[in-house]
């Protein structure tokens, strides 16, 4: 069974010949260095493959772009007025220091604005289709509508905009919702056949139960059934806790989620989970791809993960990290160390 194969049964609901062992991505590891390359060859691995060159904000918004030292300003001009964001680095992180809109009033100025979507590149999905043939599951990250609000407002004025007009988020998430929606369909009928939904995490860990209610069930629930519709996998992605949302977020009908993180850095029981899922969605995690694959010796982590296939028992389930994208060599030395146990037989519920 090849590495693509085993996921998508796993994915699927199905028993594969064992569990697939999946980190995402490379982390920080080169994938042309003799450690990426024996990832590649003895894991099952997720392979991200950038968002096809999807934008909310559309190909003629007019923008300028002003470079400085550890600064870069980007204006945008609206018929309404200008937005502008800023974005700082330093040797040793970035950050954005302002986001495009500050309240209501400047969401109504975007949303005012002409659109014309973006042309579709998929350019770099294909390359890596045919790069890595059956050695594991490319996928092209589609954000959800929720991210148009969510990475255009301050996490604040996000929050803020939430609270006191809701009306006014929800037409902003529907909006973005048709932009994306027309986008998946492209990309279905291109040939494209797994996505990877982000921006759920902005509603669970930010707003609360009724905005998952208000703002992801009308909404990503269809671009889920926009995938289906053409055969493809819609996996979710949803940081933070998940336990008071896994009925709600199962509901959506995506196929699989990731990353079901175990405390501290989030609440899932991950026994509990698959009872509850009961099979509805395959389980993808939940070592902490940074904190505990990437620190942790080789048995520590090895008696993880076989506590993880005790505690999924028979649920769908792909053994993977947390997605946080950081991971070193010494995690890749430690997934194929686990692909390994998992190839003979080390790894079962």
Not at 3 to 25: F, L, N, T
Not at 235 to 243: E, R, S, T
Not at 285 to 298: F, H, I, Q, S
Not at 323 to 329: E, K, Q, T, V
Request: charged share 25%.
């Amino acid at each position: 069974m090849t590495s693509r194969e085993r996921m998508v049964k796993a994915i699927k609901g199905e028993r594969p010949d064992r569990v697939p062992v999946s980190p995402w991505g490379f982390g920080v590891v080169d994938p042309e260095s003799a450690p990426g390359l024996e990832l590649v060859a003895a894991c099952d691995m997720w392979l991200p493959a950038g968002s096809g060159g999807f934008s909310f904000f559309g190909a003629n918004l007019e923008r300028e772009t002003i470079a400085g030292e550890g600064q870069t300003t980007i204006i945008f001009h609206t018929p309404g007025g200008n937005l502008t964001a800023r974005h700082r680095s330093t040797d040793q992180t970035s950050a954005q220091v302002e986001f495009p809109c500050k309240g209501p009033d400047d969401v109504a100025k975007l949303l005012a604005t002409p659109y014309e979507p973006t042309p579709l590149d998929l350019t770099r999905y294909f390359e890596m289709r045919r790069k890595y043939g059956e050695e594991g599951l490319v996928c092209l990250e589609c954000p959800n509508a929720v991210c148009w609000p969510a990475e255009t407002l301050s996490p604040e004025d996000f929050c803020l905009l939430w609270a006191d007009h809701p009306e006014l988020m929800i037409e902003m998430v529907r909006v973005g919702w048709a932009r994306l929606n027309d986008f998946i369909e492209k990309a279905c009928r291109a040939g494209v056949d797994c996505f990877r939904i982000i921006g759920g995490e902005y509603v669970t860990v930010q707003l609360g139960p009724r905005a998952v209610e208000k703002l992801l069930e009308p909404f990503d629930s269809e671009q889920i059934a926009i995938m289906h519709r053409h055969g493809a996998i819609a996996h979710y992605h949803n940081h933070g806790p998940i336990m008071r949302y896994l009925e709600p977020l199962a509901a959506l009908g995506m196929d699989s989620m990731d990353p079901f993180e175990a405390p501290p850095w989030g609440d899932c029981d991950l026994g509990e989970a698959a009872r509850r899922l009961a099979g509805r969605v395959c389980i993808v995690g939940n070592l902490d791809d940074m904190e505990v694959v990437d620190k942790l010796p080789a048995d520590r982590v090895l008696a993880l993960a076989r506590e993880r296939v005790r505690q999924v028992g028979d649920a769908p389930f792909i053994l993977s990290g947390t997605a946080s994208g950081r991971f070193g060599p010494r995690a890749a030395r430690n997934f194929i160390a686990l692909a390994e146990a998992a190839a003979a037989g080390l790894l079962t519920a």
